[in-house]
């Protein structure tokens, strides 16, 4: 499992590289920019370096080690969250403070939070060694990893905030938490919040414009649309590689959240099929991992993990195909992005750490078992009946 997951995430990236280099130095040529138009190519390798190394060290400490830390981390994340709000320290684009930029590199702290935040619940679940949790202890929990989301909401980042929020469900149930402690309340809560939201003119107006994009082509919609006219004209088999014309300033800033939209128009609905097979493949490997865990902590961080992955490709995947509303997710391993890919190789490497010492396990129970038998089998020296 861990050559396959290995397998589909060096795909995954190699392919996100070379949509990458097109669809940046197509806007670069088409602009006329003063830069070199491998820049971003080389941008994304040397975060993947950084990331490798990262992920690397994160395999010598072991998973059982980061998750004891993880609160910590997180604490210490939420001061970063601050930090983005701090002129001179935070960057702002397109109106959003998400980034801390230092020299000519940036890193966005909320990509840390989507996985500290449930690896610090999973740390609190497991310190409590079976005790049944009750309603106070509950609510109190949630209230403190709630004040992460809310830092990474008014940033404002929704889309993050939806990530991080659904990556706690799956814990919940694991975890046996009572579904009336979460259940409920967050239908409850979604409902509510559904029917206030739609009282407010511009939430109606972005739901009018997810419906029907082409009411605002100037605006919101002029993504979304340019995106359905990439991913339809690429056909079955697409219009070869290079060929894309939404790149040429049609679909701004293709190389973020709508590069599958670029890919599918180059690569056509084959080419998306093989992308979507191998996020299949991830996760049927990632969860496979979990089930083989010889722990319960194991099993709840491999589950995260490739519940993170999975959930952000399809919300990206669905974003881009029209059948989702824009989020603001990007693509695992394939998007550019240097703290996405950073993060997503540590959490790569923490799964792998999982398989590698559950393999390990079974392996010496196997030979404590054989040296059992073997014991048991051979006559002991002197009553040997011949």
């Known amino acids: 499992m861990r050559l396959l997951i ?5 795909l995954i990236f190699a392919l996100g590289l070379m949509m990458v280099f097109n669809t940046s130095s197509a806007e670069i040529l088409d602009r006329s920019l003063d830069r070199s138009i491998h820049q971003a190519f080389f941008r994304q390798i040397v975060y993947a370096l950084i990331g490798s190394l990262c992920a690397l060290l994160i395999w010598r400490v072991g998973y059982t080690h980061l998750l004891r830390f993880a609160p910590l981390l997180l604490i210490l994340t939420c001061f970063a969250l601050l930090l983005v709000f701090v002129p001179g320290i935070g ?11 230092f020299g000519g590199f940036t890193f966005q702290p909320s990509e840390f939070v989507k996985y500290l935040l449930p690896f610090a619940y999973i740390e609190w679940i497991v310190s409590r060694k079976g005790k049944e949790v009750g309603l106070f202890i509950f609510c109190k929990s949630v209230a403190l990893l709630a004040i992460p989301m809310v830092l990474v909401m008014i940033e404002p980042d929704n889309g993050t905030t939806a990530v991080m929020g659904a990556s706690l469900v799956p814990l919940f149930f694991l975890s046996e938490i009572r579904f009336k402690y979460w259940a409920l309340p967050m239908i409850l809560m979604v409902m509510a919040g559904a029917v206030a939201a739609y009282q407010l003119p511009y939430v109606r107006g972005r739901i009018e414009v997810y419906l029907h994009p082409e009411l605002d082509l100037k605006g919101k919609g002029h993504q979304p649309y340019q995106a359905k006219i990439a991913a339809g004209s690429g056909g ?6 290079g060929a894309s014309l939404q790149k040429l300033t049609y679909l701004p800033e293709a190389q973020n959240d709508y590069i599958a939209a670029i890919y599918a128009e ?8 093989l992308l979507i097979l191998l996020y299949m493949f991830f996760a049927y490997g ?19 993990i490739t519940f993170l992955i999975t959930l952000q490709a399809f919300l990206n995947l669905g974003v881009v195909s029209g059948l989702l509303p824009s989020k603001g997710v990007n693509l695992p391993f394939f998007s550019q992005g240097g703290t996405s890919l950073i993060t997503n190789l540590i959490g790569l490497s923490v799964l792998l750490n999982i398989g590698h010492t559950t393999f390990h396990e079974k392996e010496s129970d196997f030979e404590r078992r054989g040296d059992r038998r073997t014991s048991l089998s051979c006559p002991k020296p002197g009553n040997n009946p011949l």
């Open 236 to 241: 079955f088999l697409g219009r070869g590689p």
């Open 286 to 304: 990632g969860f496979s991992i979990a089930m083989r865990s010889e722990s319960a902590t194991g099993a709840y961080v491999a589950c995260t």
């Open 6 to 10: 290995l397998i589909c995430v060096a």
């Open 266 to 273: 180059e690569f056509g609905f084959a080419g998306i099929l």
């Open 91 to 101: 960057k702002v684009r397109n109106g959003a403070h998400r980034w801390i930029g």
